[in-house]
């Protein structure tokens, strides 16, 4: 666990710009996290022209490439749509889709699924849309491990490990399994919930913060009209006009 004094928090891209203050600011930081969803416009504009989209994404990897350590990227439900070649809204077909997926599978070392740091006396765990006890209960059960034993694997980087291995026929099959399932307010089926990148807002209701009181979970995904506070220690940055945040 790193532990820093001030960092920027970068919600869901989809081919917006606006995250290119944190790079302006990069010098007065020390971390940038990007909550993932780079591509996949929800924008007119947008997704009549991917390539500007495109370009902005290679703009944000090049970022990741100059400050290595002090930005990180993280994986959401279309990254890991492209990287994984599932379905999932908004996405491109065709040639475009290829060459987004391209893009994932050659740059997948600069990419994690969850980050934890200690921000002066707070301890807080990125990842795109949460990770939820049900959720959670299915993983423990595939991995064989006991509710201590998961927490601290999970907090451990157990997601960026296993992201690497997306293209051993082993791994991919369980990455699919776990990633992509979806809770009935995204469209899955009633009874499922939504996975560490699938989890929809509504879905907090009444949930308790699986790491506890003790570390804050910080996730995008739901383009909300404002930051929210889901659950007891559980916060979404995600809003429909997101801006870079910065916390120290």
Known sequence: ??????????????????????????????????????????????????????????????FKKEYPDKVILLLGNHDIGYLLRLGCSRQTHGEMFEIYQNHFEENISLFQMTEYIQLNNEKIFFSHAGILRKWAELVKQKLELGDNSLQITILGGLFNNLILKYNEPEYGAFLRHILWLVGPARGGLEGSCGSIVWADSTEWEGEENFFGTDITQVIGHNRLSAEKILAEGVKCVDSISPEVLFWE
Request: charged share 30%.
């Open 1 to 62: 666990m790193k532990v820093v004094k001030k960092i920027a928090v970068v919600p869901d891209v989809h081919g917006k710009s606006f995250w290119k203050t944190a790079k302006e600011k990069i010098d007065s930081v020390d971390e940038v996290v990007f909550l993932g969803d780079y591509l996949d416009s929800y924008t007119f504009k947008g997704l009549l022209n991917r390539g500007i989209e495109l370009n902005n994404f290679l703009e944000i990897l090049k």
